[in-house]
């Protein structure tokens, strides 16, 4: 009987370390498209401060083009920049956490090798000592 509880283990193991690497991987893609959107801020804060406070200027909110001024758009378009960075800082607190906690898991049941240990094996290994399948 404990032959057939041991695969059905395994395959919680398995779903749930797959299950940690999306979650990781969420993150790191939400990272990433933070990440453009800090920058799209950087250059709209960096193209409209240079104009007249007074001047016109077009902010879309919501999926509706609303006219305001510079000196109305450039501390909001700030303000969401902050917002953004903060946001990042906190995916990527939260990136590590799922990091840690998924070397953890995978060094648990032994799933894999670290990455150290790849790059140590592939620096000892000659290139010519690799065998060939015939």
Do not use: W
């Amino acid at each position: 009987m404990a032959k057939r509880e041991e695969p059905v283990l395994t395959q919680q193991i398995a779903n749930k370390f797959q299950e940690m690497r999306q979650t990781y991987s969420a993150i790191s893609q939400k990272i990433g498209e933070m990440e453009i959107q800090k920058r799209e801020h950087d250059l709209v804060i960096t193209a409209i401060s240079k104009l007249e406070t007074s001047r016109k200027c077009y902010r879309m909110i919501n999926g509706i083009l609303v006219e305001r001024t510079v000196g109305e758009v450039l501390p909001a378009v700030k303000k969401n920049k902050e917002n953004i960075e903060k946001t990042i800082q906190t995916l990527t607190s939260q990136l590590n956490q799922q990091e840690t906690a998924l070397n953890e898991f995978a060094s648990k049941y032994k799933l894999l090798r670290t990455d150290k240990d790849n790059d140590k094996e592939e620096k000892n290994n000659d290139p010519g000592s690799k065998g060939v399948l015939v």
